[in-house]
């Protein structure tokens, strides 16, 4: 019987370095690693690449091999992005690999989903920045996560935590509000930033975002109309 023990290995889709386009460190350089996969499929989808449909197209790395890849790219970086995809699904993986990552002086800043809150909890101890999504299903096309939402901004808020929520034409007031009820009695003083849908920007979804915060601002004073600067910009 053999006493090695079995090295982990994560699926990545992408390691770069680029300006944050998103939320309050928008502006500011990052390492971006982007996990493989996800367990949804809205229909905005920016990286469906990551989300296992079309190619398949990722590389294994070990959490050492993954070190030496983000190693030349810290450059005046604030941050360590671990994106996708959704990288919880790859949450054993990031609880062997974050503690190397501490060493490299770089904020832990999660990019996820905020559906997945079991498998969260092992890996919260070690991130310094989260980065939630609340999944409106009038915007996804998808099915509601309002448990998995609240259970996650209950674990979040330890942590410096801020809220994205993707808006389309589709976005109904109803699920915004209730996205706002949750942090209310979970995280109350979370700021949310709506995002308009990049794909979208052109063709007046600016005014249903500006028509969801009149309507949110007086329940819930926190929020900004922000989009997504880095493909304003035209970069990664
Ligand atoms: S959660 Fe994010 S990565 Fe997953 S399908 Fe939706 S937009 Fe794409």
């Not at 990551?50 to 030349?72: V, W």
């Not at 994106?83 to 770089?106: H, N, R, S, W, Y």
């Not at 809220?163 to 996205?179: C, E, G, H, L, M």
Request: hydrophobic share 40%; glycine share 4%; charged share 25%.
């Amino acid at each position: 019987m053999s006493h090695n023990s079995i090295v982990m290995t994560a699926r990545i889709v992408e390691i770069f370095r680029s300006i944050q386009g998103e939320g309050p460190y928008a502006g500011q350089m990052q390492v971006f690693v982007r996990f493989f996969e996800c367990n949804m499929h809205c229909v905005w989808c920016d990286t469906p690449q990551s989300i296992g449909d079309g190619k398949r197209e990722f590389t294994t790395y070990t959490p050492q091999e993954l070190i030496e890849a983000i190693k030349p790219l810290t450059k005046n970086a604030h941050a360590l992005s671990i994106t996708g995809g959704e990288p919880l699904i790859q949450a054993d993986f990031l609880k062997e690999f974050l503690p190397l990552a501490k060493k490299l002086k770089l904020k832990i800043y999660l990019d996820t989903n905020g559906t997945l809150p079991d498998q969260l909890t092992k890996i919260l101890p070690m991130l310094d920045i989260i980065a939630m999504d609340f999944k409106l299903p009038s915007s996804t096309k998808e099915k509601s996560y309002w448990a998995e939402h609240e259970a996650f901004a209950r674990l979040s808020r330890r942590k410096e935590l801020f809220v994205k929520i993707v808006t389309t034409k589709q976005t109904q007031w109803a699920d915004f509000k209730r996205s706002l009820d949750i942090l209310k009695k979970t995280a109350p003083k979370t700021w949310v930033y709506i995002q308009p849908s990049y794909g979208e920007l052109k063709t007046g979804i600016i005014e249903h975002c500006l028509e969801l915060y009149d309507k949110a601002v007086p329940i819930y004073p926190q929020i900004k109309l922000f989009p997504q600067v880095h493909k304003i910009m035209g970069i990664q």
